[in-house]
């Protein structure tokens, strides 16, 4: 659990406590192991007669997480424990063979591989960071976040003592819109602010995906964790009422003036209604809405000008934004961003970002390119278990079915998740050493993208064909 102090200013270390949710759901198999049955049975006649029927040297496993630990050992392996270290097929290369399994290369989408999708739901399910033993096969580079590296030059910083480590480092973000200068006879008359203790939110989930289970989940976790939930529908109780982002239409604006959240987000291209909102209360946090498009600098700009307190900027489900040149969330953010720093705009409004944040590592990337914060989607579905049917990138269509699940277990899953993101967060943090995340948003100049690199580091070459 978040250790939060309400109304308290003392420092304070927030840590967000994992607890096991195992999958409620089977998975499949990610690896397919198979013997070769007549040589299996000759090594063990040949081995049995060597060691004079010794079973402890005969019924020895080459596995040490006990994928041949069954009744029939060998022979039928138990699969499902299986992680892929290849020490069977190193020893006994002749007898054993390990490769992907058909279900596990069925997985996912386009955009969601079956590497991320175990990647989340591990993540969920057990709430500490994936390590892998073997090292990184893949390759250094490719489109979108992938294209994208973090300078680690200054890891020899106290900083690098990472999670557990003697130097706190802070993930708060400020929401809302920021004062270019000081009055000091309107000081009563300042925007509101919320502080959020992770730079994370949950974003609307996709049309169609929305039921009872999957929203108190959300909510429930919202609440625990400390920061908020996007949703087009009021919560009906008290539970995550204080965490709630609604957004805000024509037809509701009734209801916004009743109970007066916090922050709340109304569709910039749909209506006009940052007027009435801020004509009605001055105390809530007002975010317009906008999809993220060749247009987007400019509107952007002009929401700003208009008063607006944040901007919150969406692609679609696989982090392409609605151009008629499609490019990825990275770059249609920095855009934006760089056009508001050029008309000194950038440091009084707060950036959300979502679409496409499907793994911790997009969170530090995304906001590098400019935003304040994200927020998570369809990756809330997954590590609940939805199952995919489809592709998932349309907003009004995503081919993600939600399962009937206990909202406590979907509550600690998303608990775990966000913890293990947090911590992901630090780990990157202290590498670079900084000790705020508000430090690195927009610092482009810590990061390196694959594609500016080989452009100049081949440019003028001439390739043979």
């Not at 049955?37 to 596995?63: D, I, Q």
């Not at 819109?177 to 000081?187: E, G, I, P």
């Not at 009734?254 to 987000?265: G, H, M, W």
Request: aromatic share 8%.
């Amino acid at each position: 659990m978040a250790e939060r102090i309400e109304g308290a200013r003392e420092y304070h270390r927030y840590r967000i406590e994992p607890k096991p949710a195992p999958h409620v759901y089977p998975t499949p198999n990610k690896f397919d192991v198979s013997a070769r049955k007549l040589r299996l049975a000759a090594m063990l006649v040949h081995e049995a007669f060597e060691y004079r029927f010794n079973k402890e040297v005969v019924l020895s496993r080459p596995c040490i997480y006990g994928v041949f630990g069954g009744r029939f050992g060998g022979f039928k392996p138990l699969k499902q424990k299986c992680v892929g270290c290849m020490r069977c097929v190193q020893e006994y290369p002749h007898i054993m063979t390990v490769k992907p399994s058909n279900a596990y290369k069925r997985l996912g989408d386009s955009n969601w591989t079956p590497e991320n999708v175990f990647t989340v739901w591990n993540e969920a399910s057990t709430g500490k960071i994936p390590v892998k033993g073997m090292g990184y096969k893949g390759a250094f580079g490719g489109e979108g976040f992938d294209g994208i590296w973090t300078d680690m030059s200054e890891i020899v910083r106290p900083t690098r003592d990472g999670v557990y480590g003697r130097e706190y480092i802070s993930t708060s973000v400020d929401v809302g819109r920021k004062l270019s200068n000081v009055d000091f006879a309107r000081v009563d008359q300042t925007p509101p602010q919320v502080e959020i203790p992770v730079p994370i939110i949950f974003d609307e989930l996709p049309a169609g995906t929305y039921n009872d289970d999957i929203s108190d989940s959300v909510e429930r976790a919202a609440k625990k964790l400390g920061t908020f939930y996007v949703s087009r529908q009021a919560t009906s109780g008290q539970l995550g009422r204080k965490n709630l982002v609604q957004i805000i239409e024509e037809e509701n604006i009734e209801d916004y003036l009743q109970k007066q959240p916090a922050i709340v987000e109304y569709d910039a291209e749909r209506s006009n209604l940052f007027e009435k909102l801020t004509s009605s209360s001055r105390a809530s946090i007002i975010i317009a809405r906008l999809p993220l498009s060749e247009n987007s600098p400019e509107v952007a700009c002009k929401l700003a000008h208009e008063g607006v307190h944040g901007l919150h900027l969406y692609a679609d489900y696989h982090g392409q934004d609605y151009s008629k040149e499609t490019r990825h969330v990275s770059a249609a953010l920095k855009e934006v961003h760089q056009q508001l720093v050029r008309e000194g705009l950038r440091d009084q409004v707060t950036i959300i970002a979502s679409g496409g944040i499907t793994l911790a590592e997009h969170v530090p990337k995304a906001i590098l390119c400019g935003a304040d914060l994200v927020g998570i989607d369809t990756t809330v579905l997954v590590a609940l278990q939805a199952e995919f049917q489809g592709e998932t990138r349309s907003r009004s269509n995503c081919q993600l079915r939600p399962r009937k699940i206990d909202p406590a277990w979907g509550e600690q899953r998303l608990v775990n998740l966000m913890g293990v993101w947090h911590d992901q967060l630090i780990e990157i943090l202290s590498a670079m050493g900084m000790r705020d995340v508000r430090r690195l948003r927009g610092d482009i100049g810590r990061s390196m993208m694959d594609l500016e690199l080989r452009e100049q580091s081949f440019k003028g070459i001439a390739w043979a064909t």
